[in-house]
């Protein structure tokens, strides 16, 4: 099983729906909400900042291209950042829980 640690920053009201609807759907095993977040980056022609939270999400390869599609559908932003980062080792008993937290029945 190969685990990935997915990120993705979000309004921070964004943010808390946005990780509870892929656990609901098994999309993700766990999402951590990081605040504080302060984001600089230009869009359209001008710098912008703005609070955000940094989702720390993490799935299995098997849920990666389904939660790939999902999160932009989910999020507020039209170009939102979504980012997959393979995991090159990992302590078993949590990628055991990981991969059956999901799996769809």
Known sequence: MNAY?????APADAGR???RKLVEERLAACVNQVPGVR???RWEGKVVEDEEVLLVIKTTEERLAALMKRVPELHPYQVPEVLA???AQGHPP???WLAEATRIS
């Open 5 to 9: 640690l997915v990120l993705v920053t």
């Open 17 to 19: 729906e946005l990780a």
């Open 85 to 87: 980062l393979p995991v």
């Open 39 to 41: 984001s600089v980056y």
């Open 94 to 96: 949590y990628l055991a």
